[in-house]
């Protein structure tokens, strides 16, 4: 069971910057995947969401209309499209996949071991 996220790196403020998050060993295609990041300092928090379809997506405040998460459930893949990149984007972030238990109401969740996001002024 593993989560792998690539494409963080140092940008400039307003640029773009994809990240990717390639799983295996799960059953991608029923887990609801998000995003989260993790600023020095700062607590954990979320970034955006997309359910196991796809259908529907949910983004945190501060990212709204600029950032884009997708899910290609064939390549077993999330992205994350970030533009407009500001500095206090910078942090790591990390994938996150998320199934209910079947016959539970508890989740199984698993994560990824983040890529670092620099954004300079």
């Known amino acids: 069971v593993q989560l792998v996220e690539s494409g963080g790196g140092l940008v400039q403020a307003g640029t773009s910057l994809r990240l990717s998050c390639a799983a295996s060993?799960?059953?991608?295609?029923?887990?609801?995947m998000a995003w989260y990041r993790q600023a020095p300092g700062k607590e954990r928090e979320l970034v955006a969401t997309?359910?196991?379809?796809?259908?529907?997506?949910n983004y945190a405040d501060s990212v709204k209309g600029r950032f884009t998460i997708s899910r290609d459930n064939a390549k077993n893949t999330i992205s994350l499209q970030m533009n407009s990149l500001k500095p206090e984007d910078t942090a790591v972030y990390y994938c996150?996949?998320?199934?209910?238990?079947?016959?539970?109401?508890?989740?199984?969740?698993?994560w990824g071991q983040g890529t670092l996001v620099t954004v300079s002024s």
């Open positions: 996150r996949a998320r199934r209910q238990i079947f016959g539970s109401s508890k989740y199984l969740e698993v």
């Open positions: 997309i359910t196991s379809g796809g259908r529907s997506t």
């Open positions: 060993g799960i059953p991608f295609s029923i887990n609801d």
